[in-house]
């Protein structure tokens, strides 16, 4: 953190053209806002003065290859297009001990999916990153929830889903745990718009009937996921027989 003096950014010495890096063989162009922020970080500006929607614009996601091994990164910002590539993900389940799971409403100002309800919490492990530690990060950043206990339920669960041309693939490993829904939930307003706690046993009902139904509005993922966790030997031990 800065104490003594400010630092405009402007004034640092950034060339106007981007810079260009290679990754097994992909070359990848960052953006003039990219670079100009990695300059802040050289120059001792702490991460305090960019927001997260700063933090959001150079952000990178995993690329993957069809056996799921990484390939390369990529900028989060510009990945999601008609033709998205494979990339790494996860996903997140969250229950209270008493039948009910945790769900967000999506920003508004998301890229896929703004305003629709989802399971707890999404994210992508950042290049280099584990599992487990990604996703206590996104749990932190997206509800401010810290010291969740998860395990992996779903070690190889992958999709695809279409949004008004966007085309989402990922390789989404889904994690579980437990949180009180006593819990105060201090949700990141630029990541989610609302939280509710809803019953499990009809939104996991739901993700196989077909034709309308109370929770039809919810994100695919979320759907397809909850279809595979009803099977799931680690969630019917984490819920017990009367899940």
Not at 44 to 55: A, F, K, L, N, R
Not at 126 to 148: C, F, H, K, N, V
Request: proline content about 5%.
């Amino acid at each position: 953190m800065l104490k003594d003096k400010q630092i405009d950014p402007e004034s640092l010495n950034v060339t106007k053209a981007g810079y260009a890096f290679k990754f097994a063989d992909l070359d990848f162009h960052s953006s003039k806002r990219d670079k100009k922020m990695r300059a802040w970080m050289d120059a001792g500006v702490g991460v305090e003065m960019m927001t997260s929607i700063d933090m959001k614009k150079s952000e990178r996601v995993v690329l993957l290859d069809e056996q799921g091994q990484a390939i390369g990164s990529a900028l989060k910002e510009s990945v999601h297009t008609a033709d998205t590539p494979l990339h790494s993900a996860l996903s997140i389940f969250l229950f209270d001990g008493m039948g009910s799971m945790l769900v967000q409403r999506r920003a508004l100002l998301k890229t896929t999916w703004p305003g629709v309800w989802s399971n707890a919490c999404c994210g992508h492990p950042a290049p280099g990153e584990d599992l487990m530690t990604a996703a206590s990060r996104r749990l932190q950043q997206e509800l401010g929830l810290e010291g969740i206990s998860l395990q992996v339920a779903l070690p190889h669960f992958r999709y695809q889903a279409k949004w008004e041309g966007l085309l989402e693939n990922e390789m989404c490993p889904v994690l579980i745990g437990t949180c009180p829904s006593g819990n105060s939930i201090h949700f990141n307003t630029d990541e989610v718009l609302e939280v509710d706690w809803i019953p499990w046993q009809p939104f996991a009902a739901a993700s196989v009937a077909r034709g309308k139904n109370a929770y039809d509005h919810f994100s695919p993922w979320s759907l397809m996921e909850a279809r595979q966790l009803r099977e799931s030997s680690a969630l019917q031990a984490l819920l017990g027989p009367v899940s």
